[in-house]
C-alpha cells in the first residue's frame, strides 16, 4: 500500500530568475530547512511550471511581479500575505507577522509590497529576466 504524502501547509511559488527573490527565498529556505525537509513547506520555481496556478487566473507574468502561494486548504495567497505566512512559519520571524499583519497595519504591508514588487519587476524586465 502506497503512503500517500500529504500536502504541504504552503507552497511558495516564485520567480528564480529575480535575483532579489531568489536571494530572498533562499535565505528563507535555510531558516525553515526542517519544514521543507519534513514536506510543510515547499518552495517551487515558476519557471519551471508555469501553468500551475492557472486555475486561479494567475498568469505567469502575475507570479513573477509577486509571491504566490497555496495554503493546505488549496486557498490562494498573494503578495503580502505570502510573506506574512512565511514570517509566521519561520522561527524567529513570528514578530514580523505580527508586525505587518495586524489589521492596523496590514493596508499599509500591501501599498508597501505592491509598490516594491513593481519596481522590482520593472528592474527585471529592464535587465532582461525572463
Known sequence: MLKQTP????TVWYNTRCPV????ITRQK????EAVKAGRIAFRDINLEPAALA?????????????HATDT???LLVG???AIAVWKATPGEGWLATLFGNPVALPLTRFGYDR??????????RNGRW
Open 30 to 33: 535555510r531558516r525553515l530547512i
Open 80 to 82: 503580502a500575505e505570502v
Open 116 to 125: 516594491f514588487a513593481d519596481l522590482l519587476y520593472a528592474w527585471n524586465r
Open 7 to 10: 500536502r504541504p501547509e504552503l
Open 55 to 67: 486555475r486561479f487566473g494567475a498568469t505567469l507574468e502575475d507570479i513573477r511581479r509577486r509571491l
Open 21 to 24: 527573490c531568489d536571494a530572498g
Open 73 to 75: 486548504d488549496g486557498h
